[in-house]
């Protein structure tokens, strides 16, 4: 075999290895109930946060310890904790994003990825009533 075969043969071996290693960091986006059966495998939870649940936060004790309720789109209530700062203007967030591992039923968040609301929603509903009574 000539030099120049050895050499793209160790090239495609070396990026099929890593596909292989990208390919088994993904984390795929689910809800709560996949997240409590498997313990210690990271996913990405979309959903809501639960005003009826117990929001957590006292910075003069430990700033970064934040706990909260989220429901996910099932429906499942289930408590978060983030091990950081509470981000700003959390409450306000249209939806989150919560990436993590669960384990005996509390999901443990390393990220967390907010929806904030859209300033242009208010005008734009303004705007349609302006031209409809015309």
Do not use: W
């Amino acid at each position: 075999m000539k030099k120049l075969h050895i050499i793209a043969l160790i090239l495609i071996a070396i990026a099929i290895a890593g596909i292989a290693v990208s390919a088994s960091n993904y984390t795929s986006y689910q809800g709560f109930e996949t997240a409590n059966e498997n313990p210690g495998r990271v996913y990405k939870i979309v959903g809501n946060l639960d005003l009826d649940g117990e929001m957590q936060y006292a910075p003069e004790v430990n700033p970064n310890l934040f706990s909260f309720y989220m429901l996910d789109k099932e429906g499942i209530s289930q408590q978060v904790i983030y091990h950081s700062p509470k981000p700003q203007d959390f409450e306000r967030s249209e939806q989150l994003v919560v990436t993590g591992k669960s384990e005996e039923g509390v999901f443990y968040a390393d990220q967390i990825l907010m929806k904030c609301p859209s300033k242009y929603v208010e005008d734009e509903i303004q705007i349609v009533e302006a031209n409809s009574s015309n």
